[in-house]
T-cell receptor, first 118, second 116 residues
Framework: DTGVSQDPRHKITKRGQNVTFRCDPI?????LYWYRQTLGQGPEFLTY????????KSRLLSDRFSAERPKGSFSTLEIQRTEQGDSAMYLC????????????????FGPGTRLTVL | AQTVTQSQPEMSVQEAETVTLSCTYD???????LFWYKQPPSRQMILVIR??????QNATENRFSVNFQKAAKSFSLKISDSQLGDTAMYFC?????????????FGQGTELSVKP
């Protein structure tokens, strides 16, 4: 399977603990995105990488959140001092720079990591 | 600010019938794309169809087609000959091009149930 993979698929943690999620994009994709999806809502953009450079961060990404993509391949999203409001599905997506038609590259999504903060 | 609105939280359709999901968006940008994504229960999101704003012709992918009304900022999805496997959450999404990439802005979703 050469799609986007995420690990772990589920994470249960206690309030105040730190958690780290990993995303492995499709190998030839330069762009990597993180989104957060709460129950019954559409995904909300968190941050975006072009290779190893983090080009944009949403205001949703508080100081407790940090994302890295050290070698332009896999990415990690860390949440420090988790709060109950952090409970959500965290989605990773990757895309090429351009689509086959020269237009915008399609974003391919991973299965997500479901975080539950007790 | 760019927003996407899906006014139908839930819809149902009989197998083999046609259903239309609504989406409106708000933007001052002129160069953008619109998408419909499908998220089946407990499965990952996949792209159903995409539309480039500068193209007047409505996109079509097999049983899926869109009605893109740029002046009205409307982008509806029509599913013909509905199948049980079409049961899923459907999200309308918008992306405008800036710098070298873009972030997707999603609507709230429409939960579609296809009944046998």
């Amino acid at each position: 399977d050469t799609g986007v993979s995420q690990d772990p698929r589920h994470k249960i943690t206690k309030r105040g603990q730190n958690v780290t999620f990993r995303c492995d994009p499709i190998s030839e994709h330069n762009r990597l995105y993180w989104y957060r999806q709460t129950l019954g809502q559409g995904p909300e953009f968190l941050t975006y990488f072009q290779n190893e450079a983090q080009l944009e961060k949403s205001r949703l990404l508080s100081d407790r959140f940090s994302a890295e993509r050290p070698k332009g391949s896999f990415s990690t999203l860390e949440i420090q001092r988790t709060e109950q409001g952090d409970s959500a599905m965290y989605l990773c997506a990757s895309s090429p720079d351009r689509g086959k038609d020269g237009g915008i590259g399609e974003q391919f999504f991973g299965p997500g990591t479901r975080l539950t903060v007790l | 600010a760019q927003t996407v609105t899906q006014s139908q939280p839930e819809m149902s359709v009989q197998e083999a019938e046609t259903v239309t999901l609504s989406c409106t968006y708000d933007t001052s940008e002129s160069n953008y794309y619109l998408f419909w994504y499908k998220q089946p229960p407990s499965r990952q999101m996949i792209l159903v169809i995409r539309q480039e704003a500068y193209k007047q012709q409505n996109a079509t992918e097999n049983r899926f087609s869109v009605n893109f009304q740029k002046a009205a900022k409307s982008f509806s999805l029509k599913i013909s000959d509905s199948q049980l496997g079409d049961t899923a959450m459907y999200f309308c999404a918008f992306i405008f091009l800036y710098n070298q990439g873009g972030k997707l802005i999603f609507g709230q979703g429409t939960e579609l149930s296809v009944k046998p």
